[in-house]
């Protein structure tokens, strides 16, 4: 159950903050508990805050934090709760700091193209301001419209067009942060706000990207602006054998098309997913065995030349084009498809509300192919024993920014009907998903490209995948919060207090 907080810690709060934008109901902490990734509801009261608080300044994320350390209290910050591996969730009770109010455009720099940022605002709003100047802040997730700035600096995300711009850590210049003891500090590439390269000391922005919230609250961000594109072009090709639409997308990524930005391979399991969807475009018939998409922006110059190699290398490979319709049209609705998580298709097409387990891995080119295998067999083994899990399909999609080759954010998604869950079924998906990022370390590649990896089961992984640079993770974590204040119990950090 929730842990009611002291009275008078409610106070300090309420002191802080004002009334309003504090809750300590049912209603505002149980929404606060979870997340869209799949979520044990069967023991939701396991992870309940004891309050949430909405502040509306780097000041009163300060005082908060300063609070929490004198009473040991946990603190939770979250932003849009679109993240997928469980990083907002409360784990240990305590107070969420919701940073959705703090979401006001402070500065935008027209000189040295900046804008900078409350945490609490999504690209969507960002973005409708910025084009009025014929700028675009392009960090693109499918949560495009959702997710927030300081969300996207706690996962350190992707962008579904990273391949020409560059991910979150890339397009976000310099931040301020709270940190677990409540100091106030900017962090970016050296000391300026809008400074792009720096040797000066440490680069500190990398270290605070990512953390998932267990080294501080962000409470403003300075961010990139590129021109808004004039031009966008996208075009889907399919193929009726996989292994050819692998090599297919290994030409495009490598084609060096400057305004190239992004290719995507979608299996045969993720295009009979999309036939029984009614919400997909791309309805393909069942011998069509491989889809591909990638897409460009830029000047419209560029953008038609470029379009022109990257439809010589689909024709080439042996790929259908599948039409400017569905080219397009697909595209456009790239934000969409993912948009209410809780949605789904059981086996036999019926709408059932189910969630949707998506794994990230960053994975090699190479080992594409034997991933999928092994991951589909791992998703079998469980629709096999229980009929609440689904095999949605994979897609593996372009992962580096500006060269894009090299590894690929690869993605099963499994569906699960998460009213059925009960401790047999949740600890047979906590084996599944372990096993899933053994797999991924296996093949060289890493358990997570954007979402972290936190969830039950592949955060047992997590010392295996980094070595070494896991003991300095603890070593930092302890230096920087000696309380372990902040989002204790994420990343197994605990252990990091246990052996002090
Ligand atoms: C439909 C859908 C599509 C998605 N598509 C993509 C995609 O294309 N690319 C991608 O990268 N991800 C994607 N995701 C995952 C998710 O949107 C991202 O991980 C996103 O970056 C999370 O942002 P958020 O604002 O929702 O953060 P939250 O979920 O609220 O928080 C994420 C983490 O950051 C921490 N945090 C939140 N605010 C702060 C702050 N101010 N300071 C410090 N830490 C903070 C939290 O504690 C938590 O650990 C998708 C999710 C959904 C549901």
Request: aromatic residues 8%; charged residues 25%.
């Amino acid at each position: 159950m929730a842990v009611a907080l002291l009275d008078s810690v409610v106070d300090e709060l309420t002191a802080i903050c004002g009334p309003d934008h504090v809750f300590t109901g049912r209603s505002a902490t149980f929404n606060r508990a979870r997340v869209p990734a799949p979520f044990p509801v069967h023991k939701w009261d396991e992870h309940v805050p004891s309050a949430v608080v909405l502040p509306t300044s780097a000041h009163q994320v300060s005082e908060v934090v300063k609070m929490a350390n004198r009473h040991r209290i946990p603190v939770v910050p979250r932003a849009g709760a679109t993240g997928l591996t469980d990083g907002a969730v409360p784990l240990r009770h305590g107070i969420v700091v919701d940073v959705k109010l703090m979401n006001q455009i402070l500065d935008l720099d027209h000189e040295n193209r900046t804008v900078t940022v409350g945490p609490g605002i999504n690209m969507l709003k960002l973005n409708e301001e910025l084009r009025k100047h014929g700028y675009i802040y392009p960090d693109n997730p499918a949560s495009y419209p959702c997710s927030l700035v300081g969300g996207r600096i706690g996962t350190s995300g992707w962008s579904l067009i990273g391949a020409r711009y560059g991910h979150t850590r890339d397009l976000v210049i310099s931040f301020e942060i709270v940190l677990p003891t409540g100091e106030i500090v900017r962090v970016g590439d050296g000391g300026g706000r809008t400074v792009r390269k720096s040797s000066s000391g440490y680069q500190l922005k990398h270290l605070f990207m990512g953390h998932q919230g267990t080294l501080g609250i962000v409470t403003e961000a300075t961010l990139e602006l590129v021109p808004r594109p004039e031009a966008e072009f996208s075009a889907f090709f399919a193929y009726g054998d996989y292994m050819d639409a692998w090599r297919a997308t290994g030409d495009l990524a490598r084609s060096g098309v400057a305004t190239l930005a992004g290719v995507v391979l979608f299996d045969e399991w993720k295009l009979a997913y999309l036939r029984r969807d009614d919400e997909a475009y791309i309805p393909q018939p069942e011998s069509i065995k491989g889809v591909i998409a990638c897409a460009s922006y830029g000047n419209a110059d560029e953008v038609r030349i470029g379009a022109k190699r990257l439809l010589r290398i689909g024709n080439a490979s042996g790929g259908v084009y599948l039409g400017d319709e569905i080219s397009q049209g697909d595209w456009a609705s790239r934000h969409d498809r993912y948009a209410t998580p809780q949605h789904g298709r059981t086996r036999d097409g019926q709408v059932a509300l189910m969630s949707w387990h998506c794994e990230d891995a960053s994975i090699p080119y190479s080992e594409l192919p034997a991933v999928r295998e092994e991951w589909h067999a791992i998703a079998a083994k469980l629709r096999e024993r229980f009929d609440m899990f689904d095999d949605w399909g994979m897609f593996a999609y372009t992962n580096g920014a500006f060269k894009p080759w090299g590894d690929y954010l690869t993605e099963i998604d499994i569906g699960i009907w998460e009213t059925r869950w009960d401790e047999e079924t949740w600890a047979a998906w906590v084996d599944a998903k372990r096993e899933l990022a053994r797999v991924s370390i296996e093949h060289g590649g890493s358990i997570s490209a954007c979402h972290g990896s936190c969830r039950e089961g592949e955060v047992d992984l997590v010392p295996a995948e980094l070595g070494g640079g896991f003991e300095v993770m603890k070593t930092i974590k302890r230096g920087l919060d000696p309380n372990n204040i902040m989002n204790p119990g994420k990343y197994l950090l605990d252990q990091a207090y246990e052996e002090a």
